[in-house]
């Protein structure tokens, strides 16, 4: 018989990188056919706006949802319950419920972190206290090796697999980037923390020492909304060079990866781990530039598929950005090293692979001798 795993874990909406890898273990033809596979969502908001806060509504969808898995668990009798915590906060206290009932149940429990800041409140007495019982017993996933150190104070290395995201290949025809000027992308949520005025004022460098090149913003509206955004762009006289498009999902997303020439993700956003843009970005052979926030120096090869700088440095985001500008040749090579690096270790096929292997042994682990 095939392990029987119970998956708890975050589903769109709303679509952020923890949902959209959940759809994809969702959807995964490999785990299902490996896996007796049953699904429960662990999201509570409606959407990015309603991350984090409390309310009776998110209260009753809580208790709804405990009910659930509780019903869930007496009916399968899962060998293995996967959950997609979160790691501080209110929602790790939600999650710690989740995993604690779990634990009492008699349940073998692997936890996949999408998130990190298990280090921000170590040292807090309450939260100290939660996170040592929270990890005890568990088998936890993290999206790659420099993250460890976010709960190497609760976790010994060997409970720990390494899986970095992946996700589907787009089956692209050859990409010609015949553009009349330099084109940038920025896709991401429309956020401080994603770093949209670091870009914005990079650009408006770029333009004072004459540069040629045109920027797109492309996502969602959130802590910065539209007309905030362009009175911003109109102060600084950067109408020609910036021009933002709102939300994009899917198959919209392609003009805009198409044309671009570089990719910049000058985030600081405090849950950020392993941004699947900067994947998607990779597969389209663009070079990208972004920080040193969580897991990025294993996806981006500092100097070989595109830069990684330090978080809040305009100056320095405007300099790199230069010398692709004016460099074509290192653009396209830089690029090219990045669309290599993403079929080597970041396709879909290559993350539902590391998944199996990893319930698997887990499983084998426990239940073989």
Known sequence: MKPKILFIMHMPPPVHGAAMIGKYIHDSKIINE????????LALAKDLQDIGKGGLRKLRTFLLL?????TKVKEIHPNICYVTPNSKGGAFYKDFIVVEMLKKMGCKV???FHNKGVSTR????IDNL???RFFKGLKVILLADILYQDI???VNINDVFI???GIPTANLQKINKNNKRFEILFLSNMMREKGVWDLVEACKILKEKGN???CNFVGKWSDIDENTFKSIIKKHSLEKYITAYGPKYGEEKDPFFSKANLFVFPTFYHNECFPVVLLEAMEYQIPCISTNEGGIQQIIEDGETGYIIKKHSPILLAKKISTLINDSQLCQEMGYKGYKKFYSEFTLQKFEDRIKEMLLAYFKNNYTK
């Not at 490996?34 to 969502?41: Q, S, V, W």
């Open 122 to 125: 170590q040292n807090y007495f």
């Open 34 to 41: 490996t896996f007796d596979c049953y699904y429960i969502n």
């Open 110 to 112: 692997i936890i996949h």
């Open 163 to 165: 899986c970095p995201n």
């Open 212 to 214: 040629e090149f045109h």
């Open 66 to 70: 405990l009910r659930a898995i509780r």
């Open 130 to 132: 939660l996170y040592h």
């Open 152 to 154: 190497k104070k609760y």
